[in-house]
C-alpha cells in the first residue's frame, strides 16, 4: 500500500499534527517503514516478541491481551484508528511484547522502523516533544486498567458497565451487542464468573436480562457499587 493514500490521516495522529501533507510526504522518504492489512483476529504481535516498529492504527483498531496457559483470554487494553502502540516498549531494556496484539476487526497499521523513529526524534523537535507526551500518557492509561482489573470486584465492574451504556442509550434497557465471552474480555473477568454474578444480580432483582438485553431494574442499587 502506497503512503499517499494515507497521509491526510496521518494529521490526525498528535505526532504529526503540526505538518502539511506535502511535509510528511518528505518526511516518509527519508524513513524505513511499511503499511500492513490485518484480518479480524489477525495476531499483529505475539507475546515476548521484540518491538522493533512504532506502530500507528490507520483504519480499524487493535486488542492487548494476555492468553494464560488454559488457552484464556484477558482483553487489558483496546486502541483504535488514530491510536499508537509499541512507543512504550522500542526504547526499554525490556522490548519484548509483555501480551499479544491482535487486530479488533479489519485494520491497516502503519509500523515505521526504530530507526527511523530514532531519526525522527533526533530531526524533529516536535515529532520528539510529541512522543515524549504519548509515552507519559500511555503509562498513565494503562497503570489505570490494571487497577481497574486486578482492585474491583465482578460486580463493580458489571455495574460500571452497565450504568455507562445507560448513559449512552438512554433507556434502562440495555443492548449489550456482544457475546459473554467478549464481554467478559472487555471488562477483564472470566465468562463463567461473569455468568455466575449475573444470576445473583438477577435473583437479587437488581436485573433482568434476556440473549441480547440486560434491563436494570434498580439504578441506585447499581450506584451504590461503584461509589
Not at 182 to 206: C, F, H, N, T, Y
Amino acid at each position: 500500500m502506497k503512503l499517499e493514500r494515507f497521509i491526510s490521516s496521518l494529521k490526525n495522529f498528535d505526532l504529526f499534527k503540526e505538518y502539511d501533507e506535502k511535509g510528511l510526504l518528505k518526511i516518509f522518504k527519508e524513513l524505513n517503514y511499511k503499511i500492513v492489512e490485518y484480518k479480524n483476529e489477525d495476531v499483529i504481535f505475539f507475546e515476548n516478541e521484540e518491538c522493533r516498529n512504532l506502530s500507528l492504527i490507520l483504519e480499524g483498531g487493535v486488542r492487548i491481551q494476555k492468553i494464560d496457559s488454559l488457552g484464556r483470554v484477558l482483553t487489558v487494553a483496546e486502541f483504535d484508528a488514530f491510536d499508537i502502540f509499541g512507543e512504550n516498549l522500542i526504547f526499554g531494556n525490556r522490548d519484548k511484547y509483555p501480551m499479544t496484539v491482535v487486530s479488533n476487526g479489519n485494520s491497516i497499521i502503519l509500523h515505521i522502523e526504530k530507526q527511523s523513529v530514532i531519526k525522527l526524534c533526533l530531526e524533529n523537535q516536535k515529532f520528539h516533544l510529541e512522543f515524549l507526551k504519548t509515552i507519559s500518557n500511555k503509562a498513565i492509561v494503562l497503570s489505570t486498567k490494571l487497577k481497574e482489573v486486578t482492585l474491583k470486584t465482578i460486580r463493580q465492574r458489571i455495574c460500571e458497565y452497565l450504568l455507562w451504556q445507560y448513559s449512552i442509550q438512554k433507556t434502562n434497557t440495555i443492548y449489550i451487542g456482544m457475546s459473554k465471552k467478549e464481554w467478559a474480555d472487555k471488562i477483564g473477568v472470566q465468562r463463567p464468573s461473569l455468568s455466575r454474578e449475573l444470576i445473583k444480580m438477577k435473583e437479587e432483582d437488581l436485573i433482568d436480562y434476556d440473549k441480547d438485553t440486560i434491563t436494570i431494574k434498580n439504578i441506585k442499587e447499581l450506584e451504590n457499587y461503584i461509589v
